[in-house]
C-alpha cells in the first residue's frame, strides 16, 4: 500500500522579477518519513518552504499538505502543520515557559501540562522558568520546537534547525528529531549539511540554483558517490601524477595544489609505494572529502544567490 502523502507539490515555480528562485520543482514526502531538502545557501529552500506556509505563493505549478491547497482550504490547509522558517523569535524578556503560553493563548490555548510535556521533550523543563534573554541560540531553536509541537502536529517543518549551532548544539538537535520521528511525526527539514541529511533523513531533494538536482533514497545517494579521495602531496607532484596514469582501478588528478587520489585501499598502497620508490617524498597523505559531501559540491557548485537571499521588503512586494 502507498503510503499517504503529507506534501505533493507538482510543477512549483516562483519568480521574484527576473530571477526564477524555484523552478518547476516536485516533491513528495510520504506519512511518517524524515525527508530533507538539501542545497548551498540560495538554491531555493527556504523559498519553498515559505510556500508551504503561505507565506508567499507560487507562480505556477501545485502543492498540497495533506491533500489540501491554500487556493480551495485557505488557512485550513496548515491544519495539523507546525514548525518555523529560518530562526524563530521571542520576547527575550519573558521566560520560555511564558512564550509558549502566550503563543498557546494565540493558537486556542492549552494545559500546563502540554507546556510542561513539551518542555521536557526538548530538554528544557530545568529552563523554562528562565528569561530567553539568557538562552543560548541552540536553546532557542529548541524552544521554537517546543512551540511548533504545542499544535500537536502530524507535519513539523524545520528550516535549518542546526545552523549556527556549536557541535554539542549540532549533536542535540538531530538527537531532538530522531526521537520526534520514533513517535510517527512526519519531518520536512532543509538543510545545507550533508552530515546532518545523511544522519536522520530517509529521503532527500537537492536543489541547485531554484531546480532538483538529485531526488531520492540516502540509499541511492550512496550509490552515485564518488570514491573518497585522498589528498597527496610530494616533492614532484607532476612526476607523481605521471606514475599514477594507467594503472588500472587508481584515479589520480590535480586538486587544489594536491593530488586528489581515488581507488581502493590495496590500489592506493601499492601507488604510494611505487610514489615513494621512484624517490620522490611524500609529504601528507590525508583523506578528502567524505563520498557524499564530495557529491554534493557536484551537484550543486558554483549555484548562485537566489530568493532566500532577498530582503524582506523584495519578499513583500513580490508576493503581492
Known amino acids: 500500500m502507498t503510503p499517504a502523502l503529507a506534501v505533493r507539490a507538482e510543477g512549483l515555480t516562483k519568480r521574484f522579477g527576473a530571477l526564477t528562485a524555484v523552478d518547476a520543482i516536485s516533491i513528495q514526502v510520504s506519512e511518517g518519513e524524515v525527508y530533507g531538502v538539501l542545497g548551498p545557501n540560495g538554491a531555493g529552500k527556504t523559498t519553498f518552504l515559505r510556500m508551504l506556509f503561505g507565506l508567499i505563493r507560487p507562480d505556477a505549478g501545485s502543492l498540497e499538505v495533506f491533500g489540501r491547497t491554500w487556493e480551495r482550504d485557505g488557512t485550513a490547509a496548515l491544519e495539523g502543520v507546525a514548525g518555523f522558517i529560518e530562526s524563530p523569535r521571542f520576547y527575550p524578556y519573558l521566560t520560555g515557559r511564558r512564550n509558549l503560553e502566550l503563543l498557546a493563548g494565540l493558537d486556542g490555548g492549552t494545559g500546563a501540562r502540554t507546556i510542561a510535556e513539551v518542555l521536557d521533550v526538548v530538554d528544557l523543563t530545568g529552563r523554562g522558568g528562565d528569561k530567553v534573554a539568557g538562552y543560548s541560540f541552540g536553546m532557542r531553536q529548541r524552544l521554537g520546537v517546543a512551540a511548533s509541537l504545542l499544535r500537536e502536529p502530524r507535519l513539523l517543518v524545520l528550516d535549518e534547525p542546526a545552523n549556527g549551532l556549536d557541535p554539542a548544539g549540532i549533536r542535540d ?37 531554484g531546480s532538483v538536482a538529485f531526488h531520492g533514497t540516502i540509499t541511492e545517494l550512496r550509490h552515485q558517490a564518488p570514491p573518497q579521495a585522498h589528498l597527496l602531496s610530494t616533492s614532484d607532484d607532476a612526476a607523481a601524477l605521471a606514475l599514477g596514469q594507467g594503472r588500472e582501478g587508481l584515479g589520480v588528478t590535480s586538486a587544489d595544489g594536491r593530488l586528489a587520489v581515488r581507488g581502493s585501499q590495496p590500489v592506493i598502497d601499492a601507488y604510494v609505494a611505487a610514489v615513494v620508490g621512484a624517490g620522490v617524498a611524500v609529504r601528507s597523505l590525508t583523506l578528502g572529502e567524505a563520498p557524499l559531501e564530495a557529491l554534493f559540491f557536484m551537484l550543486t557548485e558554483s549555484a548562485p544567490a537566489d530568493a532566500d537571499q532577498l530582503t524582506r521588503t523584495d519578499l513583500e512586494e513580490t508576493s503581492r
Open 173 to 209: 538537535m538531530r538527537a531532538l528529531v530522531k526521537r520526534l520521528t520514533s513517535s510517527g511525526l512526519t519531518v520536512l527539514l532543509s538543510s545545507h549539511d550533508m552530515d546532518e541529511v545523511e544522519e536522520i533523513c530517509d529521503n532527500v531533494t537537492i536543489m541547485k540554483r
